[in-house]
Every structure is written in structure tokens, then in C-alpha cells.
């Protein structure tokens, strides 16, 4: 990723096509679940909430003409189908409401089963395009109601999670960056001509 806001997730190009910066200025992101910063940089709650609110039409959007089985495909067996990464995007909400209301009641936060492992076993690859359309859209939507009753002092409330001092907007940046990369990620996997 690049300043400009460009996400890339293959090889770092010679230059970026979208604001011209050298291969050299681009910078590499671990999952949001790594244990180093998020290298996407603090967003601000707006564009937590914007970036939140539109991942799920905008997926819609890039799957509108996809078919069925081709989403329901694993490119390899060690990586995930579109619809499979459907699911762990909005099955990360849960953690992600569940972080927020740890740092603001002061309480303890644990996780069992790891985020990305979440959506394993759901069968989220077996529902149709539409359910899951359907699903992500009211996941979101409790989610954005719970952000929606935050104050916006509670966005600076701190404390210790994750192995560091997070605040509520660390906590809140992930997942929105979180949904871009796997948006980008959708939208390849979605218009890639399907495998033989």
C-alpha cells in the first residue's frame, strides 16, 4: 500500500498507477491480527464508519454478475473462496464489538478462537450469493448501531489489549482496514477467469 490509499495484493509494482510513487515507497501490512501496528495508519472515526458502512454494498457490487459455483471455489486448498471470505469479514465484527466494549467497561477481553478462524465450519461456501448478501447486511447493520451509541469521547478511552495500549480508534481501524484489504481481495477473486 501506498500513501495514495492503494492496495495491492500481489507484487509490488515499478510504479503506482494511481499516484505515481516508486516500489520503494510502497508498504507491506500483516493481517489485522498480527502483532505488529497496523500499518494502514489510524483512520478517523468517520472514515471507520464510512469505510464500515459501505464494504457490504460494495461487495454486493463486485459480485453482482458472479457465479454461484466460481465463488464458492477455493483457488487452492490452503486459501479461501470468495464466499468463505465473505464470511470471516462479517464474522470479525463480533471480536471487534466485543474489543470495544472491553476497553470502555474496563473489563477483560478474551478470544477463545482466533478471528480468522471464526467463520471455519459455518458452511458459508455452501450458502447462496443472496443469504450471504443478506446475512452480511444485518451483521453490519448491529454493528454500526453499536458504534452508533458511542460518544465521541469514548473513541480516546484506552487500555490494555492485545499485547499493547490500544485506544477505541486502534480498535476501530482495523476492522475498517481489514474490509478494504479484503474487499480488494473479493473484487481480484471475483472478475479472475475460473480455473481448469
Known sequence: MVRCGNLLEENKPDVCDVCGAISVEFEVFGPFYAADDEHLGQLSPDRILAILT???DEIEEALAGGDEARLSQKPSPEEWSVKEIMGHIFETDDPFVRRIDALLDKSAYSQPVPPWKTHEGK????????ELFVWMHS???KTLERIAQMAP???????F???GSRTVLDIGTWPANHD???LTQIRRMGSAPQRD
Open 123 to 130: 458452511g458459508y461456501e455452501s450458502m447462496s450469493k443472496q
Open 139 to 141: 451483521v453490519r447493520t
Open 54 to 56: 459501505q464494504t457490504p
Open 180 to 182: 478494504r484489504g479484503h
Open 161 to 163: 489489549m492485545l499485547g
Open 153 to 159: 469521547q469514548n473513541w480516546v478511552v484506552s487500555g
